[in-house]
T-cell receptor, first 115, second 113 residues
Framework: NAGVTQTPKFRVLKTGQSMTLLCAQD?????MYWYRQDPGMGLRLIHY???????AKGEVPDGYNVSRLKKQNFLLGLESAAPSQTSVYFC??????????????FGPGTRLTVT | AQSVTQPDIHITVSEGASLELRCNYS??????LFWYVQSPGQGLQLLLK??????LVQGIKGFEAEFKRSQSSFNLRKPSVHWSDAAEYFC???????????FGTGTRLKVLA
């Protein structure tokens, strides 16, 4: 099992450019999440999905869009990148059962710089 | 609203010394509590979790944590720190039925040789 993978690992964008971050998981998990990590702020939830075809807003959704067309993939899009979106982005997934105890599994992260 | 507080931004300990990282949470019911570790440039790895039952939980790498409902705390401990424990540690809380975490801001641990 690869677990949770993220592509790309690094990216530099200019202000106004767009891009899509891909998250893939091979654990058949129902829930998937996108977080951003900024110094001194921990991880903040951007969007999440409770299943294929569904998405919901998290704590900091503005400027981002997401899609989950397939159960194993969760895409995060930036339509018009801004310097404030410079961050490290983490994807996570979780299996929804009592025995899973709500454990989330994290990908290795994508470091995005917007100039 | 749920919240998690990690009061210590940085902690420095000597190798072999004991360690305690503090975590306080705010949540009305019994929460699900987690400690994750993040090594530089890496993702987050689960150290341990409290779901129910025994309030002292054991995790990987020799870590343990104790859930104290009266103090709304879930502090992480290790009796003897190794240089490889240098990392950032995050406490998180999940509300029952939501499958969403609220993370603390993290504590960065430095270990002196």
């Amino acid at each position: 099992n690869a677990g949770v993978t993220q592509t790309p690992k690094f990216r530099v964008l200019k202000t106004g450019q767009s891009m899509t971050l891909l998250c893939a998981q091979d654990m058949n998990h129902e829930y998937m999440y996108w977080y951003r990590q900024d110094p001194g702020m921990g991880l903040r939830l951007i969007h999440y999905s409770v299943g294929e075809g569904t998405t919901a807003k998290g704590e900091v959704p503005d400027g981002y869009n997401v899609s989950r067309l397939k159960k194993q993939n969760f895409l995060l899009g930036l339509e018009s990148a801004a310097p404030s979106q410079t961050s490290v982005y983490f994807c996570a997934s979780a299996r929804t059962s009592v025995s899973s105890s709500y454990e989330q599994y994290f990908g290795p992260g994508t470091r995005l710089t917007v100039t | 609203a749920q919240s998690v507080t990690q009061p210590d931004i940085h902690i420095t300990v000597s190798e072999g010394a004991s360690l305690e990282l503090r975590c306080n949470y705010s949540y009305g019911a019994t929460p699900y509590l987690f400690w994750y570790v993040q090594s530089p440039g890496q993702g987050l790895q689960l150290l341990l979790k409290y779901f129910s039952g025994d309030t002292l939980v054991q995790g990987i790498k020799g870590f343990e944590a104790e859930f104290k409902r009266s103090q709304s705390s879930f502090n992480l401990r290790k009796p003897s720190v190794h240089w490889s424990d240098a990392a950032e540690y995050f406490c998180a809380v999940a509300a029952s039925g939501t499958y969403k975490y609220i993370f603390g801001t993290g504590t960065r641990l430095k270990v002196l040789a």
